[in-house]
């Protein structure tokens, strides 16, 4: 069996000053105009040095319109307590839905900007 090297995305989220959401993340990959062939299956974010709030929520969605708090069966909270320059990684049950999302638990002071990691 040949050994098949992940696919690893880097990207970010921006939250708007005055904002608590970002805006979706994309969990499936995309290789053309068609349909969605396969999906990310872990990820993490990284919260910038400058951060309002310790709060956070994860939530997710297949429509990106109706968002839910992630689930956490695999033990990862979906509503971790964050520090500025911290990592945290998304619940893996979130990868079964399209999108992805992070709400703050404050409003940002000024547009926060969010490194987000996606492997397959």
């Known amino acids: 069996m040949a050994y098949c090297e992940p696919l690893v995305r880097e990207s970010s989220v921006e939250i708007a000053s005055g904002g608590t959401e970002s805006p979706a993340i994309q969990t499936w990959i995309r290789p053309d105009a068609g349909n969605y062939a396969a999906g990310f299956r872990r990820g993490s974010f990284q919260i910038p040095a400058a951060f309002t709030g310790t709060g956070m929520t994860i939530q997710a969605s297949n429509d990106g319109v109706n968002w839910v708090e992630c689930d956490d069966t695999d033990g990862t909270d979906p509503t971790p307590t964050i520090t500025a320059n911290g990592s945290y990684r998304f619940p893996n049950d979130g990868f079964a839905y ?23």
């Open 98 to 120: 399209k999108y992805l999302r992070l709400v703050a638990g404050s409003a940002q002071l000024h547009t926060r900007t969010i490194t987000i990691f996606m492997a397959t």
